[in-house]
């Protein structure tokens, strides 16, 4: 089994920043892609960025300039920090991640989420 928790979300003024979180864990050979999608009430789930082991990394055109995506791989861990923030960046965001278990199958993963919230 493999588990991804993520961290970061709250409440944040327009114009603030946040930084968000996902460590993955368990049953892990080779994590492939990380990635995090959103979803605002009523719509439905977008993604945000991806990142592949690679490095290369794909940005929601709504979030380019303002998020910035890294991954540590020593750590199974991938970052987003939100800069910029606006209104409409308000949603429940999820980590999602692709992996090879130690099992040698392709499984993707998906976090509780965390919620984001910006004021007006």
């Known amino acids: 089994q493999v588990q991804v928790v993520e961290s970061g979300g709250g409440l944040v003024q327009a114009g603030g920043s946040l930084r968000l979180s996902c460590v993955a864990s368990g049953n892990i050979f080779r994590i492939n892609t990380m990635a995090w999608y959103r979803q605002a009430p009523g719509k439905q789930r977008e993604l945000v960025a991806s990142?592949?082991?690679?490095?290369?990394?794909i940005t929601a055109d709504s979030v380019k300039g303002r998020f910035t995506l890294s991954r540590d791989n020593a750590k199974n861990t991938v970052y987003l920090q939100m800069d910029s923030l606006k209104p409409e960046d308000t949603a429940v965001y999820h980590c999602n991640v692709e992996v090879t278990t130690t099992f040698r199958l392709r499984r993707e993963y998906w976090g509780q989420g965390t919620q984001v919230t910006v004021s007006s």
């Open positions: 990142i592949t082991s690679g490095g290369s990394t």
